[in-house]
């Protein structure tokens, strides 16, 4: 599985790289098939709180692709949340089979 992650207009952390692939790894985990997961992250301006923006893109071969968009305080709440999010959306197309 590839993680791509891309921060707009920022430098990203090492500390933020390797939590955003500890989640998408255990993402992974409740779909073998998942081949992609693009992170991109964003401040959005004006810079107040709730300004980190996180839009994760999870793609699984013969699937739709799932997204989330969430934005918090920080970008690792807010990577929490889309992970939270695309569990949910995995769990249902899993029922659906």
Do not use: G
């Not at 994760?56 to 968009?69: F, H, K, N, S, W």
């Not at 970008?75 to 889309?82: P, R, Y």
């Amino acid at each position: 599985m590839e993680v791509r992650i891309q921060a707009i207009h920022f430098d990203i952390a090492e500390k933020l790289t390797a939590f955003i692939n500890k989640k998408a790894e255990r993402l992974a985990r409740h779909n073998v098939n998942m081949t992609e997961v693009d992170v991109t992250l964003k401040v959005i301006k004006p810079e107040t709180a709730m300004n980190k923006e996180a839009v994760v893109r999870v793609i699984v071969p013969q699937q739709e692709e799932l997204v989330a968009t969430k934005t918090a305080d920080s970008f690792e709440e807010a990577i929490d949340l889309c992970m939270e999010a695309l569990d949910r959306q995995l769990e249902k197309k899993k029922a659906k089979k």
